[in-house]
C-alpha cells in the first residue's frame, strides 16, 4: 500500500484500478505494448497512443516489467516493448 494521494482524476481513478501504480513513473500498454511516461496517460485517461484506444484496464507497471523481462529501467518514450517477441 502507498500513503500518496494522487492529484489528478485519472490518478484517483487508477488507484482504485491498480493501487500499485500511482508511483510509477511510466505505464506501458497491454493494448499496443507501448510505454508513456505516467503523466501522458494522466492528461487523456487512455493510452496515449493516438491509434491505441487502451484503457486504464490496460496499464502495467513498466518497473515490474522492467525487471522481469530485463527491460531497461528508463524506457524510450512511445517505444514498443514486446514481451512476447524472442530478443
Ligand atoms: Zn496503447
Known sequence: MTDR???SSWGRKLA???PD???EAHIWCLHCLRVFPI???DRTEYCPAADCN???LDARAWSELA???GWPAVPVEGQVYDP???P
Do not use: A, F, T
Open 5 to 7: 494521494k494522487p492529484d
Open 16 to 18: 482504485d484500478i491498480w
Open 21 to 23: 501504480l500511482v508511483d
Open 39 to 41: 503523466g501522458e496517460w
Open 54 to 56: 487502451g484503457s486504464p
Open 67 to 69: 525487471r522481469d523481462y
Open 84 to 86: 512476447y517477441s524472442e
